[in-house]
């Protein structure tokens, strides 16, 4: 279900983070989903526990999921897809830019393109 690219510049918590937005805004996990237990995934993808305990701190602190101790950690019951898609294309759009900006891409370049669209 969650894909990581080992060779990438982002981190790997980053990539988590990502990975679990993406699905959101698919469908693929829907409001009161249980993830997988932080152990359990860290393991299942080869990483240290403490990097997946990140990146689940991050969506909870953002509203993806919601974690009750002894529980385990859930897709948040009142995300709005809307929401969730816009904030899925905001990182990509970002991700994007950043690649531009380190090929010279200029703002001038930039500002000509949102006027165009």
Known sequence: MFTLDLSSRTPIYEQLYN????????????????????????????????????????LEN??????????????SSDLSIKNTEKEAALKSLEAELKKCVSLGVTKVEL???MRRI
């Open 19 to 58: 990975n679990v937005v993406r699905l959101i805004s698919v469908g693929v996990l829907a409001p009161n989903d249980k993830l997988p237990p932080v152990r359990s995934l860290a393991t299942e993808l080869s990483v240290n526990p403490n990097t997946v305990s990140k990146a689940y701190k991050m």
């Open 111 to 113: 500002e000509e393109l």
């Open 62 to 75: 953002d509203g993806y999921i919601c974690s009750t101790v002894g529980k385990g950690s859930f897709i």
